[in-house]
């Protein structure tokens, strides 16, 4: 957990909240049980009360649900699709191997300097994205990403040998103020929301048999 505090140092706003998005399903999945327990240990380095982390899902059981509530968390209550505004509040993203729409629809709804600058997130590498897709689908698809690349830095999670494969392809990502503004005025001009013709992630008229954000990426 201090390998997440470690890269950000002074120059991000310490998370006062988090939200959780496709941890998946943990009561019957070893590698989710391990991201959550992850993420708790997050929340007790970072210092955020559990109280203040939001967690969704549209895979979770009944029973799971339950365990979440049972442990402090708070669920949310609709598929946001990964639109969650920080409304002005340092937010920490929680998203391991969830799908590139969901990281792409978190940027548009926070799509300016102030906004991207209060938000760390921890998720598949954007590094990485930009290296397995062709330029063209990356700028089509998931514009947002491609254009906050040069305003991002990104730290990968240390390799552990026992989670190679629950936190590979993992990275802390955060976007320095400096280095948004430095980005040119003309890509904060397009805000289109995006839209997607394939099956990325669970849309809130999918059924959570469908596609797993969780799975999508792994």
Not at 89 to 109: D, E
Not at 157 to 165: F, I, K, R, T, V
Not at 177 to 186: C, D, T
Request: glycine letters at 6%; a negative charge; charged letters at 25%.
């Amino acid at each position: 957990a201090g390998a997440v505090r470690a890269p950000l140092g002074d120059t991000t706003e310490p998370p006062a909240r988090c939200v959780c998005y496709g941890l998946g399903r943990f009561s019957c999945c070893p590698a989710a049980r391990h991201q959550l327990a992850f993420l708790l240990l997050l929340l007790e380095e970072l210092g955020v009360p559990p109280s203040r982390c939001s967690v969704f899902d549209p895979a979770f059981s009944a029973q799971e649900a339950a365990a979440l509530v049972e442990l402090g968390l708070r669920l949310l209550p609709d598929n946001e699709e990964g639109k969650h505004g920080i409304e002005g509040s340092a937010t920490l993203f929680y998203m391991v191997h969830c799908g590139k729409a969901l990281y792409n629809n978190l940027l548009w709804r926070n799509w300016s300097a102030g906004a991207l600058s209060k938000m760390v997130i921890i998720g598949n590498s954007f590094k990485g994205i930009e290296e397995r897709l062709l330029s063209r689908i990356l700028e089509r698809d998931y514009s947002y990403i491609a254009k906050v690349l040069k305003g991002t830095e990104e730290a990968a999670l240390p390799a552990h040998p026992q989670y190679l494969d629950t936190f590979n392809d993992t990275s802390v990502h955060w976007f320095p103020l400096q280095k948004l503004k430095e980005l040119s005025p003309a890509v904060w001009d397009f805000v289109e929301e995006p839209t997607y013709e394939e099956c990325e992630i669970i849309r809130k008229e999918d059924g959570a048999d469908q596609c797993s954000p969780a799975a999508v990426e792994s």
